[in-house]
């Protein structure tokens, strides 16, 4: 099974930093990977997928890069509405596999 | 508009079972593989178990394997799963969603199981 294991788990930032998450796959997964916005009590949302395409509608702030086994989330100038939980999730093979998760919060 | 809509949850005894249904509309489901993800209370995001397009294949994560059946009858754009020897562990809001190729999530459905 393909472990991904994600840093930093928790994240304290204010409005308009830089900040970057990354997940790292136990082993390659080319560039199978999606990343994933949730806010309490609501379905997750996707921002990337394919590790660097911008899911439609997410705002340019957002941007993934990485293959094979480091990936990388970077949000380039932190909003209000963008203090939530964020995850990875491979989908190179079964079981699917998701980050442990990264709580932004407002610092 | 795709819709995924959950069902079936409820509060339910240690080892006891239940079935979680959910019903897709604004895609066509049947050319779709979906899954079933679900999240512990303050806990992050679990994938639990997938199915592909005809059903043949079946994928469980090994928390869920052997006590749960993933299932989905195209004719109707539902999927189904049955859970089978509850843990208080799997207490949960259970998603189902497509993962792979698109992102489609349904509000979830509480599942608590309780001795």
């Known amino acids: 099974d393909i472990q991904m294991t994600q840093s930093p788990s928790s994240l304290s930032a204010s409005v308009g930093d830089r900040v970057t998450i990354t997940c790292r796959a136990s082993q390659g997964i080319r560039n199978d990977l999606g990343w994933y916005q949730q806010k309490p009590g609501k379905a997750p949302k996707r921002l990337i997928y394919a590790a660097s395409t911008l899911q439609s509608g997410v705002p340019s702030r957002f941007s993934g890069s990485g293959s094979g086994t480091e990936f990388t989330l970077t949000i380039s100038s932190l909003q209000p509405e963008d203090f939530a939980t964020y995850y990875c999730?491979?989908?190179?093979?079964?079981?699917?596999?998701f980050g442990q998760g990264t709580r932004l919060e407002i610092k | 508009e795709v819709q995924l809509l959950e069902s079936g949850g409820g509060l339910v005894q240690l080892g006891g079972s239940l079935r979680l249904s959910c019903a897709a509309s604004g895609f066509t489901f049947s050319s779709h593989a979906v899954s079933w993800v679900r999240q512990a209370p303050g806990k992050g995001l679990e994938w639990i178990s997938a199915?592909?397009?005809?059903?043949?294949?079946?994928y469980y994560a090994d928390s869920v394997k052997g006590r749960f059946i993933i299932s989905r009858d195209n004719s109707k754009n539902v999927l189904y799963l049955q859970m089978n020897s509850l843990r208080a562990e799997d207490t949960a809001v259970y998603f189902c969603?497509?993962?792979?190729?698109?992102?489609?999530w349904g509000q979830g459905t509480l599942v608590t199981v309780s001795s």
């Open positions: 199915i592909s397009v005809s059903g043949t294949g079946t």
């Open positions: 999730l491979q989908h190179n093979s079964y079981p699917i596999t």
């Open positions: 969603a497509k993962v792979v190729s698109a992102d489609y």
